[in-house]
T-cell receptor, first 107, second 115 residues
Framework: GQNIDQPTEMTATEGAIVQINCTYQ??????LFWYQQHAGEAPTFLSY????GLEEKGRFSSFLSRSKGYSYLLLKELQMKDSASYLC????????FGDGTTLTVKP | GAGVSQTPSNKVTEKGKYVELRCDPI?????LYWYRQSLGQGPEFLIY????????DSGLPNDRFFAVRPEGSVSTLKIQRTERGDSAVYLC?????????????FGPGTRLTVL
């Protein structure tokens, strides 16, 4: 079976750094994705990890530990527009998504 | 360039009716995915196609749901005898190929409401 856990909600301040964690237990693993989804819109791709370690992409970084079944998304220099839901998804042929973490950025 | 498009954007139907939801993937993308999303939840996998064939349909909730992709491009999700519990946003995504690091590009979704 597939099980993906993320915190439901987080709040952070503009300009700060926030880390969104994701733990997973899946049968099969081809990689882990992070997507951003603004309210009422479709998810958009942020990052992909297949090997252990940190992938950096501008203000966004994603980390993976396959042995621990753990990933996190790190957002730096938060902006108001970063308020959105962040979805962790494990790909094993099909993709299984977590329920998302709703991030609220306050001024 | 054109992204993934879905029609209709909204569909309101009555319990027991039949509906068809259409997805036009990005040209050249061989993999196509259907998900449904309820408020406050992540996308729930339904089915994915690699080319014309359904590579994994394990997410279809029951035999009222069926999807086709006859020419390996456009796909139609068909729901028979709709129930109120089918109400959700139905998302389609496509990727260059299935699996691995192939990023999925999502369409805007079809909001289905069953009265």
């Amino acid at each position: 079976g597939q099980n993906i856990d993320q915190p439901t909600e987080m709040t952070a301040t503009e300009g700060a750094i926030v880390q969104i964690n994701c733990t997973y237990q899946t049968s099969g693993f081809n990689g882990l994705f992070w997507y951003q989804q603004h309210a009422g819109e479709a998810p958009t791709f942020l990052s992909y990890n297949v090997l252990d370690g940190l992938e950096e992409k501008g203000r966004f970084s994603s980390f993976l530990s396959r042995s621990k079944g753990y990933s996190y998304l790190l957002l730096k220099e938060l902006q108001m527009k970063d308020s959105a839901s962040y979805l962790c998804a494990v790909n094993a042929g099909k993709s299984t998504f977590g329920d998302g973490t709703t991030l609220t950025v306050k001024p | 360039g054109a992204g993934v498009s879905q029609t209709p954007s909204n569909k309101v139907t009555e319990k027991g009716k039949y509906v068809e939801l259409r997805c036009d993937p990005i040209s050249g993308h061989t993999a196509l995915y259907w998900y449904r999303q309820s408020l406050g939840q992540g996308p729930e996998f339904l089915i994915y196609f690699q080319g014309t064939g359904a590579a994994d349909d394990s997410g279809l909730p029951n035999d009222r749901f069926f999807a086709v992709r006859p020419e390996g491009s456009v796909s139609t999700l068909k729901i028979q005898r709709t129930e109120r519990g089918d109400s959700a946003v139905y998302l389609c995504a496509s990727s260059l190929m299935s699996g691995g690091g192939n990023e999925q590009f999502f369409g805007p979704g079809t909001r289905l409401t069953v009265l």
